[in-house]
């Protein structure tokens, strides 16, 4: 089945920008998806069909995919950006077709 | 306003069942996917499978084929998800979540989220 890879952490001061990887292979073919998830919240779209944002997210958010590696990028980090983040994508060919990534915890230092 | 209520915690013994409800309003329910994914503790996301609310067509995840049954009752916009034969490893958070319209390929986001089912299950 289709695996999507991420770091597990990344770290970055508050006003700086964070990215946020997702690798698969040949994953540009695929539509990307991204969800914000704090602790004891469900998940968050942030980011859907690689680039576009859902009504009510911050502009400072943004996605790109291209080759074998997604981006999620915020832009002007802030205190409550803080959360875990999941890329998701259809791999419409296997037996388990909707696929996470692994999460990364964005901490803001 | 689009909202996903799901029903409260359960504790369950090996080999039981759950049925966790997931009530949608602020939108047709009949007119898109209804999905399940959970996330055991400390874990990442795991897709569990969707149901078309109209037709009550189903697809679940390999992993969970012959353990889950995913059904939806119209008429008061809830859909459910039971999960048998339950092991310790499916202590988790249940969640469903919308997708896509039914008029358009499935292959799409989760827009909307319920708030979560604790099931833990438990000797």
């Known amino acids: 089945s289709y695996v999507l890879t991420q770091p597990p952490s990344v770290s970055v001061a508050p006003g700086k920008t964070a990215r946020i990887t997702c690798g698969g292979n040949?994953?540009?073919?695929?539509?990307v998806h991204w969800y914000q998830q704090k602790p004891g919240q469900a998940p968050v779209l942030v980011i859907y069909?690689?680039?576009d944002r859902p009504s009510g997210i911050p502009e400072r958010f943004s996605g790109s995919n291209s080759g074998n590696t997604a981006t999620l990028t915020i832009s002007r980090v802030e205190a409550g950006d803080e959360a875990d983040y999941y890329c998701q994508v259809w791999d419409s060919s296997s037996d388990h077709p909707v696929v996470f990534g692994g999460g990364t915890k964005l901490t803001v230092l | 306003q689009v909202q996903l209520v799901q029903s409260g915690a359960e504790v369950k013994k090996p080999g039981a069942s759950v049925k966790v409800s997931c009530k949608a309003s602020?939108?047709?329910?009949?007119?898109?996917?209804m999905h399940w994914v959970r996330q055991a503790p400390g874990q990442g996301l795991e897709w569990m499978g969707w149901?078309?609310?109209?037709?009550?067509?189903?697809n679940y995840a390999q992993k969970f084929q012959g353990r889950v049954t995913m059904t939806r009752d119209t008429s008061i916009s809830t859909a459910y998800m039971e999960l048998s034969r339950l092991r310790s490893d499916d202590t988790a958070v249940y969640y469903c979540a919308r997708g896509r319209p039914i008029e358009w390929e499935l292959e799409g986001s989760f827009d909307y989220w319920g708030q979560g089912t604790l099931v833990t299950v438990s000797s």
């Open positions: 069909y690689d680039s």
């Open positions: 149901i078309n609310p109209n037709s009550g067509g189903t």
């Open positions: 040949n994953i540009g073919s695929k539509s």
């Open positions: 602020g939108y047709t329910f009949t007119g898109y996917y």
